[in-house]
Protein backbone atom coordinates (compact mmCIF):
# COMPACT_ATOMS: atom_id res chain seq x y z
CA UNK A 1 0.00 0.00 0.00
CA UNK A 2 1.55 3.44 -1.07
CA UNK A 3 2.07 5.97 1.53
CA UNK A 4 0.27 8.95 1.82
CA UNK A 5 2.37 11.71 -0.52
CA UNK A 6 0.55 14.82 0.83
CA UNK A 7 2.24 14.17 4.47
CA UNK A 8 4.62 16.91 5.31
CA UNK A 9 7.12 14.68 7.87
CA UNK A 10 9.24 11.53 6.77
CA UNK A 11 8.22 7.94 7.80
CA UNK A 12 9.85 7.20 11.90
CA UNK A 13 13.84 7.13 11.49
CA UNK A 14 15.98 4.67 12.44
CA UNK A 15 17.33 5.05 16.50
CA UNK A 16 20.55 5.70 16.55
CA UNK A 17 21.15 3.37 18.98
CA UNK A 18 20.03 0.30 17.13
CA UNK A 19 21.49 0.29 14.03
CA UNK A 20 19.88 -2.86 12.77
CA UNK A 21 17.79 -2.54 10.16
CA UNK A 22 14.02 -4.04 9.62
CA UNK A 23 13.41 -5.81 6.26
CA UNK A 24 10.81 -2.43 5.52
CA UNK A 25 14.62 -0.28 6.36
CA UNK A 26 16.55 -2.52 3.94
CA UNK A 27 13.70 -2.80 1.38
CA UNK A 28 14.22 1.26 1.11
CA UNK A 29 17.78 1.42 1.38
CA UNK A 30 17.97 -1.08 -1.72
CA UNK A 31 15.34 1.05 -3.71
CA UNK A 32 17.14 4.45 -2.75
CA UNK A 33 21.16 2.49 -3.38
CA UNK A 34 19.87 0.64 -6.83
CA UNK A 35 18.67 4.31 -8.36
CA UNK A 36 22.46 5.39 -7.11
CA UNK A 37 24.22 2.74 -8.36
CA UNK A 38 21.94 2.84 -11.94
CA UNK A 39 22.98 6.70 -12.53
CA UNK A 40 26.74 5.69 -11.47
CA UNK A 41 26.99 3.08 -13.75
CA UNK A 42 26.00 5.41 -16.54
CA UNK A 43 29.06 7.46 -16.08
CA UNK A 44 31.28 4.85 -17.37
CA UNK A 45 29.29 2.23 -19.13
CA UNK A 46 29.17 3.38 -22.51
CA UNK A 47 32.69 4.88 -22.54
CA UNK A 48 34.24 1.95 -24.26
CA UNK A 49 31.75 1.20 -26.85
CA UNK A 50 31.91 4.93 -28.26
CA UNK A 51 33.92 3.77 -31.42
CA UNK A 52 31.55 1.08 -32.28
CA UNK A 53 28.37 3.51 -31.42
CA UNK A 54 29.84 6.03 -33.65
CA UNK A 55 30.14 3.85 -36.62
CA UNK A 56 26.64 2.53 -36.02
CA UNK A 57 25.31 5.74 -35.84
CA UNK A 58 27.12 7.31 -38.29
CA UNK A 59 28.41 10.00 -35.83
CA UNK A 60 31.94 11.42 -36.55
CA UNK A 61 35.12 11.45 -34.13
CA UNK A 62 34.78 14.67 -32.61
CA UNK A 63 30.64 14.45 -32.13
CA UNK A 64 31.21 11.49 -29.86
CA UNK A 65 32.12 13.78 -27.15
CA UNK A 66 28.92 14.57 -26.99
CA UNK A 67 27.61 11.47 -25.85
CA UNK A 68 29.34 12.33 -22.85
CA UNK A 69 28.44 15.43 -22.92
CA UNK A 70 25.04 15.01 -23.51
CA UNK A 71 24.11 13.45 -20.22
CA UNK A 72 27.07 15.46 -18.18
CA UNK A 73 25.71 18.73 -18.92
CA UNK A 74 22.06 18.64 -17.12
CA UNK A 75 23.05 15.67 -14.84
CA UNK A 76 25.67 18.04 -13.05
CA UNK A 77 23.26 21.26 -14.14
CA UNK A 78 20.73 21.08 -12.29
CA UNK A 79 21.82 19.14 -9.33
CA UNK A 80 21.11 21.95 -7.07
CA UNK A 81 17.79 23.28 -8.75
CA UNK A 82 16.40 19.71 -8.51
CA UNK A 83 17.46 18.99 -4.42
CA UNK A 84 15.47 22.43 -3.78
CA UNK A 85 12.83 21.60 -5.89
CA UNK A 86 12.36 18.67 -3.66
CA UNK A 87 12.77 20.38 -0.32
CA UNK A 88 9.84 22.45 -1.42
CA UNK A 89 6.94 20.06 -3.09
CA UNK A 90 8.02 16.57 -2.20
CA UNK A 91 11.04 14.51 -2.65
CA UNK A 92 9.46 11.09 -3.04
CA UNK A 93 7.35 12.99 -5.93
CA UNK A 94 10.19 14.36 -7.67
CA UNK A 95 11.95 10.89 -6.90
CA UNK A 96 9.71 9.19 -8.85
CA UNK A 97 9.76 11.59 -11.14
CA UNK A 98 13.09 11.47 -12.48
CA UNK A 99 13.37 7.40 -12.27
CA UNK A 100 10.17 7.23 -14.85
CA UNK A 101 12.32 9.63 -16.94
CA UNK A 102 15.52 7.82 -16.88
CA UNK A 103 13.84 4.94 -17.49
CA UNK A 104 11.95 6.57 -20.66
CA UNK A 105 15.17 8.81 -21.95
CA UNK A 106 17.05 4.89 -21.58
CA UNK A 107 14.41 3.16 -24.05
CA UNK A 108 15.01 6.11 -26.20
CA UNK A 109 18.56 5.52 -25.89
CA UNK A 110 18.40 2.16 -26.34
CA UNK A 111 16.37 1.80 -29.88
CA UNK A 112 17.92 5.35 -31.54
CA UNK A 113 17.41 5.40 -35.13
CA UNK A 114 20.39 8.18 -35.45
CA UNK A 115 22.40 10.73 -33.40
CA UNK A 116 19.87 13.10 -32.69
CA UNK A 117 17.30 10.90 -31.04
CA UNK A 118 20.36 9.22 -29.30
CA UNK A 119 21.89 12.55 -27.75
CA UNK A 120 17.85 13.30 -26.89
CA UNK A 121 18.04 10.25 -24.92
CA UNK A 122 21.83 10.95 -22.93
CA UNK A 123 20.37 14.35 -22.41
CA UNK A 124 16.79 13.01 -20.77
CA UNK A 125 18.74 10.50 -18.92
CA UNK A 126 21.05 13.48 -17.39
CA UNK A 127 18.26 15.34 -16.44
CA UNK A 128 16.76 12.34 -14.80
CA UNK A 129 19.40 11.43 -13.01
CA UNK A 130 19.79 15.22 -11.92
CA UNK A 131 16.68 14.46 -10.07
CA UNK A 132 17.04 10.96 -8.66
CA UNK A 133 20.32 11.83 -7.00
CA UNK A 134 19.50 14.97 -4.65
CA UNK A 135 16.24 13.50 -4.01
CA UNK A 136 17.34 9.54 -3.44
CA UNK A 137 20.18 11.27 -1.55
CA UNK A 138 17.86 13.16 0.56
CA UNK A 139 14.93 10.41 1.13
CA UNK A 140 17.98 8.58 2.59
CA UNK A 141 19.13 11.16 5.08
CA UNK A 142 15.88 12.19 6.22
CA UNK A 143 14.61 8.19 6.45
CA UNK A 144 17.54 7.27 8.36
CA UNK A 145 18.67 9.00 11.84
CA UNK A 146 21.63 10.95 12.07
CA UNK A 147 24.05 8.56 14.01
CA UNK A 148 24.95 4.86 13.28
CA UNK A 149 21.98 3.87 11.39
CA UNK A 150 22.22 6.73 9.30
CA UNK A 151 26.32 6.11 9.22
CA UNK A 152 25.81 2.52 7.73
CA UNK A 153 23.06 3.66 5.03
CA UNK A 154 25.74 6.52 3.49
CA UNK A 155 27.97 3.62 3.70
CA UNK A 156 26.54 1.44 1.55
CA UNK A 157 25.28 3.96 -0.90
CA UNK A 158 28.74 5.08 -1.04
CA UNK A 159 30.08 1.77 -2.18
CA UNK A 160 27.10 1.08 -4.25
CA UNK A 161 28.19 4.50 -6.27
CA UNK A 162 31.89 3.99 -6.34
CA UNK A 163 30.78 0.38 -7.91
CA UNK A 164 28.84 1.46 -10.21
CA UNK A 165 31.71 3.79 -12.18
CA UNK A 166 33.72 0.62 -11.78
CA UNK A 167 31.46 -2.11 -12.85
CA UNK A 168 30.36 0.35 -15.41
CA UNK A 169 33.79 0.36 -17.54
CA UNK A 170 33.87 -3.44 -17.21
CA UNK A 171 30.53 -4.54 -18.00
CA UNK A 172 30.76 -1.63 -21.10
CA UNK A 173 33.49 -3.38 -22.62
CA UNK A 174 31.79 -7.49 -22.26
CA UNK A 175 28.03 -5.90 -23.38
CA UNK A 176 29.34 -3.92 -26.31
CA UNK A 177 31.38 -7.44 -27.54
CA UNK A 178 28.80 -10.03 -26.84
CA UNK A 179 25.41 -8.01 -27.25
CA UNK A 180 26.67 -4.69 -29.48
CA UNK A 181 26.36 -0.83 -27.93
CA UNK A 182 22.62 -1.11 -27.16
CA UNK A 183 22.92 -3.31 -24.46
CA UNK A 184 24.79 -0.83 -22.44
CA UNK A 185 21.48 1.56 -22.87
CA UNK A 186 19.32 -1.12 -22.41
CA UNK A 187 20.64 -2.23 -18.77
CA UNK A 188 20.43 0.67 -17.65
CA UNK A 189 16.26 0.67 -18.86
CA UNK A 190 16.35 -2.23 -16.95
CA UNK A 191 17.54 -1.31 -13.83
CA UNK A 192 14.83 1.71 -14.22
CA UNK A 193 12.37 -0.70 -14.47
CA UNK A 194 12.81 -3.09 -11.79
CA UNK A 195 13.22 0.21 -9.54
CA UNK A 196 10.59 2.16 -10.42
CA UNK A 197 7.53 -0.41 -9.75
CA UNK A 198 9.09 -0.98 -5.86
CA UNK A 199 9.50 2.74 -5.04
CA UNK A 200 5.94 4.27 -4.38
CA UNK A 201 4.56 2.05 -1.92
CA UNK A 202 8.36 2.31 0.08
CA UNK A 203 9.57 5.72 0.36
CA UNK A 204 8.18 8.00 2.15
CA UNK A 205 7.00 11.30 1.40
CA UNK A 206 9.05 14.41 3.00
CA UNK A 207 9.49 18.12 2.63
CA UNK A 208 10.35 21.53 4.54
CA UNK A 209 6.82 22.39 6.75
CA UNK A 210 7.22 25.94 5.37
CA UNK A 211 6.70 26.43 1.41
CA UNK A 212 9.05 29.44 0.45
CA UNK A 213 8.68 30.34 -3.19
CA UNK A 214 11.41 29.26 -5.20
CA UNK A 215 14.76 31.65 -5.91
CA UNK A 216 14.57 31.92 -9.51
CA UNK A 217 17.46 34.32 -10.04
CA UNK A 218 19.77 32.13 -8.24
CA UNK A 219 18.23 28.74 -9.69
CA UNK A 220 19.28 30.27 -13.31
CA UNK A 221 22.62 31.82 -12.19
CA UNK A 222 23.37 28.39 -10.78
CA UNK A 223 22.11 26.66 -13.35
CA UNK A 224 23.66 28.58 -16.21
CA UNK A 225 26.78 28.53 -14.32
CA UNK A 226 27.21 24.78 -13.52
CA UNK A 227 26.03 23.78 -17.52
CA UNK A 228 28.62 26.64 -19.09
CA UNK A 229 31.31 25.29 -16.66
CA UNK A 230 30.82 21.62 -17.79
CA UNK A 231 30.41 22.19 -21.02
CA UNK A 232 33.76 23.78 -21.05
CA UNK A 233 35.94 20.98 -19.07
CA UNK A 234 34.14 18.04 -20.93
CA UNK A 235 34.77 19.53 -24.07
CA UNK A 236 38.04 20.33 -23.09
CA UNK A 237 39.22 17.01 -22.19
CA UNK A 238 38.86 16.07 -26.40
CA UNK A 239 39.89 19.36 -27.91
CA UNK A 240 42.19 21.16 -25.57
CA UNK A 241 41.54 24.42 -23.16
CA UNK A 242 42.64 26.73 -26.74
CA UNK A 243 39.06 26.77 -28.46
CA UNK A 244 37.05 29.84 -28.37
CA UNK A 245 33.95 28.34 -26.94
CA UNK A 246 36.09 26.01 -24.27
CA UNK A 247 37.27 29.74 -22.85
CA UNK A 248 34.10 31.28 -23.51
CA UNK A 249 32.07 29.28 -21.68
CA UNK A 250 34.63 28.82 -18.77
CA UNK A 251 34.45 32.22 -18.01
CA UNK A 252 31.00 32.59 -18.56
CA UNK A 253 30.81 30.19 -15.94
CA UNK A 254 32.40 31.55 -13.38
CA UNK A 255 30.64 34.69 -13.92
CA UNK A 256 27.39 33.05 -13.66
CA UNK A 257 28.67 31.19 -10.12
CA UNK A 258 30.18 34.85 -8.82
CA UNK A 259 26.58 36.02 -9.56
CA UNK A 260 24.85 33.12 -8.03
CA UNK A 261 26.73 34.16 -5.12
CA UNK A 262 26.05 37.68 -4.67
CA UNK A 263 22.23 36.48 -5.70
CA UNK A 264 22.42 33.90 -2.44
CA UNK A 265 23.15 36.76 -0.26
CA UNK A 266 20.70 39.20 -0.85
CA UNK A 267 17.57 36.97 -1.31
CA UNK A 268 15.17 36.00 1.53
CA UNK A 269 14.80 32.29 0.12
CA UNK A 270 17.89 31.35 -1.26
CA UNK A 271 18.43 28.11 -2.92
CA UNK A 272 21.50 27.41 -0.97
CA UNK A 273 22.18 28.76 2.20
CA UNK A 274 25.74 30.99 2.49
CA UNK A 275 26.08 30.23 6.16
CA UNK A 276 25.31 26.59 5.42
CA UNK A 277 28.29 27.07 3.20
CA UNK A 278 30.25 28.60 5.98
CA UNK A 279 30.26 25.73 7.69
CA UNK A 280 33.41 24.50 8.54
CA UNK A 281 31.96 20.53 8.01
CA UNK A 282 29.74 21.82 4.78
CA UNK A 283 32.60 23.28 3.08
CA UNK A 284 35.76 21.04 4.08
CA UNK A 285 33.95 18.12 3.51
CA UNK A 286 32.89 19.32 0.26
CA UNK A 287 36.73 20.18 -0.71
CA UNK A 288 37.41 16.29 0.68
CA UNK A 289 34.99 14.75 -1.52
CA UNK A 290 35.84 17.03 -4.65
CA UNK A 291 39.36 15.95 -4.66
CA UNK A 292 39.06 12.45 -3.68
CA UNK A 293 35.97 11.80 -6.60
CA UNK A 294 38.44 13.83 -9.61
CA UNK A 295 41.63 12.35 -8.81
CA UNK A 296 40.23 8.96 -8.15
CA UNK A 297 38.65 9.36 -11.61
CA UNK A 298 41.43 10.45 -13.18
CA UNK A 299 43.62 7.31 -11.63
CA UNK A 300 41.37 4.76 -13.11
CA UNK A 301 41.20 6.55 -16.79
CA UNK A 302 44.49 6.59 -16.90
CA UNK A 303 45.58 3.43 -15.96
CA UNK A 304 42.83 1.54 -18.47
CA UNK A 305 45.18 3.79 -21.12
CA UNK A 306 48.23 2.09 -19.35
CA UNK A 307 47.78 -1.20 -18.86
CA UNK A 308 45.80 -1.56 -22.56
CA UNK A 309 48.60 0.87 -24.54
CA UNK A 310 51.29 -0.26 -22.44
CA UNK A 311 50.72 -3.72 -21.37
CA UNK A 312 49.01 -4.41 -23.69
CA UNK A 313 46.40 -6.17 -21.82
CA UNK A 314 42.77 -7.04 -23.40
CA UNK A 315 39.84 -5.27 -22.22
CA UNK A 316 38.78 -8.70 -19.90
CA UNK A 317 42.58 -8.65 -18.47
CA UNK A 318 42.07 -4.88 -17.64
CA UNK A 319 38.23 -5.50 -16.28
CA UNK A 320 39.83 -8.14 -13.87
CA UNK A 321 42.29 -5.39 -12.87
CA UNK A 322 39.41 -3.32 -11.73
CA UNK A 323 37.48 -6.39 -10.79
CA UNK A 324 39.88 -6.58 -7.46
CA UNK A 325 39.78 -2.84 -7.02
CA UNK A 326 35.41 -3.39 -6.62
CA UNK A 327 36.38 -6.13 -3.96
CA UNK A 328 37.92 -4.22 -1.93
CA UNK A 329 36.02 -1.45 -2.61
CA UNK A 330 32.86 -3.83 -1.05
CA UNK A 331 34.92 -4.59 2.31
CA UNK A 332 35.90 -0.85 2.62
CA UNK A 333 32.12 -0.15 2.33
CA UNK A 334 31.45 -3.01 5.19
CA UNK A 335 34.32 -1.28 7.39
CA UNK A 336 34.16 2.39 7.51
CA UNK A 337 30.92 2.95 9.17
CA UNK A 338 32.96 1.26 12.11
CA UNK A 339 35.62 3.35 11.92
CA UNK A 340 33.60 6.81 11.61
CA UNK A 341 31.62 5.53 14.79
CA UNK A 342 34.93 5.12 16.30
CA UNK A 343 36.96 8.01 15.09
CA UNK A 344 34.30 10.21 14.14
CA UNK A 345 34.21 11.27 10.57
CA UNK A 346 36.78 14.12 10.31
CA UNK A 347 39.27 11.91 11.42
CA UNK A 348 38.52 9.52 9.01
CA UNK A 349 38.21 11.66 6.23
CA UNK A 350 42.15 13.15 6.83
CA UNK A 351 43.16 9.52 7.35
CA UNK A 352 41.09 8.57 4.03
CA UNK A 353 42.34 10.84 1.65
CA UNK A 354 45.90 10.10 3.10
CA UNK A 355 46.03 6.78 2.48
CA UNK A 356 44.24 7.39 -1.11
CA UNK A 357 47.09 9.48 -1.79
CA UNK A 358 50.15 7.45 -0.53
CA UNK A 359 49.08 4.47 -1.98
CA UNK A 360 48.29 6.59 -5.45
CA UNK A 361 51.94 7.51 -5.14
CA UNK A 362 52.36 4.05 -5.52
CA UNK A 363 51.89 3.99 -8.87
CA UNK A 364 54.78 6.09 -10.09
CA UNK A 365 57.05 2.85 -10.26
CA UNK A 366 54.89 1.46 -13.08
CA UNK A 367 57.36 0.60 -16.08
CA UNK A 368 57.06 -1.82 -18.67
CA UNK A 369 57.51 -5.05 -17.46
CA UNK A 370 54.82 -7.40 -16.68
CA UNK A 371 55.38 -7.82 -12.94
CA UNK A 372 53.92 -3.67 -12.87
CA UNK A 373 50.55 -6.01 -13.49
CA UNK A 374 50.40 -6.84 -9.95
CA UNK A 375 51.69 -3.36 -8.63
CA UNK A 376 48.81 -1.64 -10.67
CA UNK A 377 46.41 -3.97 -9.09
CA UNK A 378 47.43 -3.69 -5.77
CA UNK A 379 48.10 0.10 -5.62
CA UNK A 380 44.39 1.08 -7.25
CA UNK A 381 42.73 -1.67 -4.92
CA UNK A 382 44.63 0.03 -1.94
CA UNK A 383 43.98 3.64 -2.63
CA UNK A 384 40.29 2.94 -3.86
CA UNK A 385 39.95 1.13 -0.05
CA UNK A 386 40.68 4.90 1.20
CA UNK A 387 38.87 6.21 -1.40
CA UNK A 388 35.38 4.80 -0.22
CA UNK A 389 36.53 5.39 3.52
CA UNK A 390 36.49 9.19 2.14
CA UNK A 391 33.52 9.32 -0.14
CA UNK A 392 31.61 7.69 2.87
CA UNK A 393 33.15 10.17 5.94
CA UNK A 394 32.78 12.96 3.77
CA UNK A 395 29.10 12.55 3.39
CA UNK A 396 28.52 12.26 6.72
CA UNK A 397 30.43 15.20 7.46
CA UNK A 398 28.60 17.34 5.27
CA UNK A 399 24.94 16.41 6.41
CA UNK A 400 25.58 16.08 10.24
CA UNK A 401 24.58 18.12 12.11
CA UNK A 402 22.17 19.50 9.23
CA UNK A 403 17.99 19.69 10.24
CA UNK A 404 15.82 17.88 8.23
CA UNK A 405 14.45 20.77 6.11
CA UNK A 406 17.91 21.34 4.55
CA UNK A 407 18.52 18.22 4.02
CA UNK A 408 17.77 18.26 0.28
CA UNK A 409 20.59 21.51 0.18
CA UNK A 410 23.47 19.80 1.86
CA UNK A 411 23.09 16.53 -0.38
CA UNK A 412 22.45 18.65 -3.20
CA UNK A 413 26.00 20.34 -2.22
CA UNK A 414 27.19 16.34 -1.59
CA UNK A 415 26.00 15.51 -4.84
CA UNK A 416 26.73 18.55 -6.98
CA UNK A 417 30.70 17.68 -5.37
CA UNK A 418 30.77 14.36 -6.55
CA UNK A 419 29.14 15.03 -10.29
CA UNK A 420 31.62 17.81 -10.14
CA UNK A 421 34.65 16.08 -9.11
CA UNK A 422 33.87 12.96 -11.80
CA UNK A 423 33.55 15.64 -14.58
CA UNK A 424 36.75 17.59 -13.83
CA UNK A 425 39.57 15.11 -12.86
CA UNK A 426 39.69 13.79 -16.76
CA UNK A 427 39.98 17.16 -17.89
CA UNK A 428 42.73 18.78 -15.81
CA UNK A 429 44.83 15.74 -15.16
CA UNK A 430 43.82 13.10 -17.57
CA UNK A 431 44.67 15.46 -20.72
CA UNK A 432 48.35 15.52 -19.57
CA UNK A 433 48.93 11.42 -20.21
CA UNK A 434 46.65 11.46 -23.36
CA UNK A 435 48.62 14.44 -25.53
CA UNK A 436 52.23 13.14 -24.09
CA UNK A 437 54.39 11.74 -26.64
CA UNK A 438 55.45 8.94 -24.36
CA UNK A 439 52.32 7.78 -22.16
CA UNK A 440 54.55 5.84 -19.50
CA UNK A 441 55.93 9.23 -18.53
CA UNK A 442 52.56 10.85 -18.89
CA UNK A 443 51.02 8.59 -16.71
CA UNK A 444 53.84 8.61 -13.95
CA UNK A 445 53.45 13.00 -14.48
CA UNK A 446 49.95 12.57 -13.60
CA UNK A 447 50.19 10.16 -11.06
CA UNK A 448 52.60 12.37 -9.03
CA UNK A 449 50.36 15.08 -9.47
CA UNK A 450 47.65 13.02 -8.75
CA UNK A 451 48.92 11.74 -4.79
CA UNK A 452 50.10 15.21 -4.38
CA UNK A 453 47.06 16.79 -4.77
CA UNK A 454 45.29 14.18 -2.41
CA UNK A 455 47.70 14.45 0.39
CA UNK A 456 47.91 18.50 0.10
CA UNK A 457 44.04 17.78 0.56
CA UNK A 458 44.14 15.65 3.58
CA UNK A 459 46.16 17.97 5.62
CA UNK A 460 44.00 20.90 4.51
CA UNK A 461 40.84 19.16 5.71
CA UNK A 462 42.57 18.43 8.96
CA UNK A 463 43.36 21.56 9.43
CA UNK A 464 39.88 23.32 8.26
CA UNK A 465 37.75 20.56 10.23
CA UNK A 466 39.71 21.14 13.19
CA UNK A 467 37.81 20.73 16.96
CA UNK A 468 37.76 22.43 19.79
CA UNK A 469 36.18 21.46 23.00
CA UNK A 470 33.05 23.66 24.22
CA UNK A 471 33.93 25.27 27.56
CA UNK A 472 32.61 23.35 30.71
CA UNK A 473 31.47 20.21 28.47
CA UNK A 474 33.07 17.12 27.20
CA UNK A 475 31.58 17.64 23.62
CA UNK A 476 33.77 18.16 20.87
CA UNK A 477 32.65 20.97 17.92
CA UNK A 478 33.34 22.00 15.01
CA UNK A 479 34.61 25.54 14.96
CA UNK A 480 32.60 27.89 12.07
CA UNK A 481 34.01 29.43 9.33
CA UNK A 482 36.23 32.79 9.84
CA UNK A 483 36.75 31.97 14.05
CA UNK A 484 40.23 32.16 15.66
Known sequence: MAIDTTTSTPAPALSPDTPRMSTRDKLVLFVLCAAQFMVALDFSVLNVALPVLGADLGMSQSALQWAVTAFALPSGGFLLLFGRIGDLYGRRRLFLTGLALFAAASVLATFAWGPASFLAGRALQGLGAAVIVPTGMSLLTTTFAEGPARDRALGISGTLMSLGFTIGMVAGGI??????????????????????????????????????????????????????????????????????????????????????????????????????????????????????????????????????????????????????????????????????????????????????????????????????????????????????????????????????????????????????????????????ATTSDDLLSGTRTVMALNAAIVLTAAALVALGLRTRRTAGSGTVETEPLGSR
Open 175 to 432: LTDALGWRSTMGLLAVFALVVLPLAPGLLPESRTPQRPHLDVPGAVTVTGGLLSLIYALTTAADHGFGRADVITTLIAGLALLAAFVVVESRTEAPLVSLPMLRRRTVAWGNLGGLITFSMMSTAIFVLTLYLQEILHLSAWQTGLVFGVQGVLSVIAGMLTPRFVSRLGARRTLVVSLAGQGAFTAGLLFLDTHTWSVWLATAAVSLASMFHLGAIISYGVTVTSGVPDEEQGLATGLVTSTQQLGLTIGIPLLGVL
